[in-house]
C-alpha cells in the first residue's frame, strides 16, 4: 500500500500570466557560458571547480557565484550531450529535469526551486541537467533511450550514483525510465506530474499535433506548424477555469483577441526554438512511453496537482499502488494545472525540501 499526502495551501490565487514583451527579446539559451579549463576524462570524476578556485578553498560564501561546467561531451552510444553541472563536489549530485522545451540551464527555466532558497539550490546540491540529445536517424527517440543517455553521462562524467532524480512533466517520465532501468544508480526519485504512460486522451492532442506540423511540413512553413501544435499543446497545460478566469470578457469579440494573442506569441516564440523534427520526435516519444511500475525499485515520491487533466491524479494514484511500498503520492492544490511545477513553486518548495531534506547530508557521489 503506497501512501498518500494531500497540501491544500490556504489563500492561493492566479498569478497573472507574462505579457508579450513591448521590446526586446526574451531569455534563451546562451552558450556565452563559464567553462573550467578543465579535461573531462570518461570515467573519472569531474570536479566542478573553475580554474580561478584551487582545490580545497572555502565554498563559495552566498551571493558567490557557485562552480560551474557548462559543455558538450561525447556519451558512447549518443553522440553528443550538452550538460551543466552546477556546484561543488563535496554535496550530494542530484538530478533536474524537465519537459521537452526544458534545456540544461534549470538556472533559467526552474530558478525558483533550484535558485538560493529554493528545495533544489545548487549551494545544498551539486546538480547535473542535460539537454535532450538530438534526434537522429537510426531510430525513433524514446524516453528508455533519454533515461540511458543520463547513465551514460554518469559515466563519462565518472558518478556511480544519483541522491536524487527530480523529474518534472517530460523529467519525470525519463526519470520512472531511469528508476525502472538503473535503480542501482538512483538513491531517490522525485516525478512530478509525470506518469508510467501517456493517457489515451492526452495521445489523442499530440496526434492532432503532429499532424498540424506534417501538414504545414508538406506546404514548406514547418515553423507555422510548431507554433499551431504548441498553442494546441498549451490548452492541455492548464484547466479550462484558468483560461476562463484569464480571457473571459463579455464581449466574445476581445475574448477571441485575447486568446489568439496569447497562443500566437507563445507558439511563434516556441517555434523560434524548436524546430518541427525535435518536436515529432518528443512528441512521438511522449506517446511510445511505457515503462512497467513494477520495475521502479528505488524509493519514489511522485507528486501530481489535482487540476492537472494532462497527467491526471487517478493515474498517479494507478502508478503508485502498482510500484507499492516503495512509493508514496504527495497531491498539491494548486490552479495552474500541469504548469504548477513551474508556477507554483512555492507550494512545490516545501515539499521538495522535506522530502530532500532527510537524506541530503549523505552524500552518494560515489566513485566507480
Given at each position: 500500500?503506497?501512501?498518500?499526502?494531500?497540501?491544500?495551501?490556504?489563500?492561493?490565487?492566479?498569478?497573472?500570466?507574462?505579457?508579450?514583451?513591448?521590446?526586446?527579446?526574451?531569455?534563451?539559451?546562451?552558450?556565452?557560458?563559464?567553462?573550467?579549463?578543465?579535461?573531462?576524462?570518461?570515467?573519472?570524476?569531474?570536479?566542478?571547480?573553475?580554474?580561478?578556485?584551487?582545490?580545497?578553498?572555502?565554498?563559495?560564501?552566498?551571493?558567490?557565484?557557485?562552480?560551474?561546467?557548462?559543455?558538450?561531451?561525447?556519451?558512447?552510444?549518443?553522440?553528443?550531450?550538452?550538460?551543466?553541472?552546477?556546484?561543488?563536489?563535496?554535496?550530494?549530485?542530484?538530478?533536474?529535469?524537465?519537459?521537452?522545451s526544458a534545456d540544461r540551464r534549470v538556472d533559467r527555466w526552474w530558478s525558483g526551486v533550484t535558485?538560493?532558497?529554493?528545495?533544489?539550490?545548487?549551494?545544498?546540491?551539486?546538480?547535473?541537467?542535460?539537454?535532450?540529445?538530438?534526434?537522429?536517424?537510426?531510430?525513433?527517440?524514446?524516453?528508455?533511450?533519454?533515461a540511458d543517455a543520463l547513465a551514460g553521462l554518469l559515466d563519462v562524467l565518472g558518478f556511480s550514483?544519483?541522491?536524487?532524480?527530480?523529474?518534472?512533466?517530460?523529467?519525470?517520465?525519463?526519470?520512472?525510465?531511469?528508476?525502472?532501468?538503473?535503480?542501482?544508480?538512483?538513491?531517490?526519485?522525485?516525478?512530478?506530474?509525470?506518469?508510467?504512460?501517456?493517457?489515451?486522451?492526452?495521445?489523442?492532442?499530440?496526434?492532432?499535433?503532429?499532424?498540424?506540423?506534417?501538414?504545414?511540413?508538406?506546404?514548406?512553413?514547418?515553423?507555422?506548424?510548431?507554433?499551431?501544435?504548441?498553442?494546441?499543446?498549451?490548452?492541455?497545460?492548464?484547466?479550462?477555469?484558468?483560461?476562463?478566469?484569464?480571457?473571459?470578457?463579455?464581449?466574445?469579440?476581445?475574448?477571441?483577441?485575447?486568446?489568439?494573442?496569447?497562443?500566437?506569441?507563445?507558439?511563434?516564440?516556441?517555434?523560434?526554438?524548436?524546430?518541427?523534427?525535435?518536436?515529432?520526435?518528443?512528441?512521438?516519444?511522449?506517446?511510445?512511453?511505457?515503462?512497467?511500475?513494477?520495475?521502479?525499485?528505488?524509493?519514489?515520491?511522485?507528486?501530481?496537482?489535482?487540476?492537472?487533466?494532462?497527467?491526471?491524479?487517478?493515474?498517479?494514484?494507478?502508478?503508485?499502488?502498482?510500484?507499492?511500498?516503495?512509493?508514496?503520492?504527495?497531491?498539491?492544490?494548486?490552479?495552474?494545472?500541469?504548469?504548477?511545477?513551474?508556477?507554483?513553486?512555492?507550494?512545490?518548495?516545501?515539499?521538495?525540501?522535506?522530502?530532500?531534506?532527510?537524506?541530503?547530508?549523505?552524500?552518494?557521489?560515489?566513485?566507480?
Amino acid at each position: 500500500m503506497f501512501k498518500q499526502h494531500f497540501y491544500h495551501p490556504a489563500g492561493i490565487g492566479c498569478q497573472p500570466e507574462e505579457q508579450p514583451p513591448t521590446s526586446g527579446r526574451s531569455g534563451g539559451s546562451s552558450d556565452d557560458l563559464n567553462r573550467p579549463s578543465q579535461r573531462i576524462v570518461p570515467g573519472r570524476r569531474i570536479r566542478t571547480i573553475p580554474s580561478r578556485l584551487a582545490p580545497g578553498s572555502r565554498a563559495p560564501a552566498c551571493g558567490e557565484p557557485m562552480p560551474v561546467v557548462d559543455r558538450s561531451v561525447e556519451v558512447p552510444g549518443f553522440g553528443s550531450i550538452r550538460f551543466r553541472l552546477v556546484g561543488n563536489d563535496s554535496n550530494p549530485l542530484a538530478v533536474a529535469l524537465g519537459g521537452i522545451s526544458a534545456d540544461r540551464r534549470v538556472d533559467r527555466w526552474w530558478s525558483g526551486v533550484t535558485g538560493i532558497g529554493g528545495a533544489l539550490s545548487e549551494r545544498r546540491f551539486q546538480l547535473l541537467s542535460m539537454n535532450w540529445p538530438e534526434p537522429d536517424s537510426e531510430g525513433p527517440a524514446s524516453v528508455d533511450g533519454f533515461a540511458d543517455a543520463l547513465a551514460g553521462l554518469l559515466d563519462v562524467l565518472g558518478f556511480s550514483r544519483i541522491h536524487s532524480l527530480v523529474g518534472a512533466s517530460f523529467g519525470a517520465m525519463v526519470g520512472l525510465a531511469f528508476g525502472a532501468r538503473h535503480a542501482d544508480r538512483l538513491g531517490r526519485l522525485i516525478a512530478i506530474s509525470g506518469a508510467h504512460r501517456s493517457t489515451p486522451a492526452a495521445t489523442a492532442g499530440r496526434l492532432i499535433q503532429r499532424e498540424i506540423i506534417a501538414s504545414l511540413s508538406r506546404l514548406g512553413v514547418p515553423e507555422r506548424g510548431v507554433a499551431l501544435a504548441r498553442g494546441l499543446a498549451l490548452t492541455s497545460y492548464r484547466p479550462a477555469s484558468l483560461f476562463d478566469q484569464r480571457f473571459f470578457d463579455p464581449d466574445p469579440d476581445r475574448t477571441i483577441n485575447s486568446i489568439q494573442g496569447y497562443l500566437e506569441y507563445n507558439g511563434g516564440r516556441f517555434a523560434g526554438q524548436f524546430d518541427a523534427a525535435r518536436y515529432l520526435a518528443l512528441s512521438t516519444a511522449l506517446d511510445r512511453h511505457h515503462v512497467e511500475p513494477a520495475r521502479v525499485r528505488c524509493p519514489t515520491e511522485l507528486i501530481g496537482v489535482h487540476s492537472d487533466t494532462l497527467v491526471p491524479v487517478s493515474q498517479l494514484r494507478e502508478l503508485a499502488g502498482a510500484i507499492g511500498i516503495r512509493a508514496r503520492l504527495h497531491l498539491l492544490d494548486s490552479p495552474y494545472g500541469h504548469d504548477a511545477f513551474l508556477k507554483s513553486t512555492e507550494l512545490l518548495n516545501p515539499l521538495l525540501a522535506r522530502l530532500l531534506g532527510d537524506s541530503s547530508r549523505e552524500s552518494t557521489n560515489v566513485r566507480p
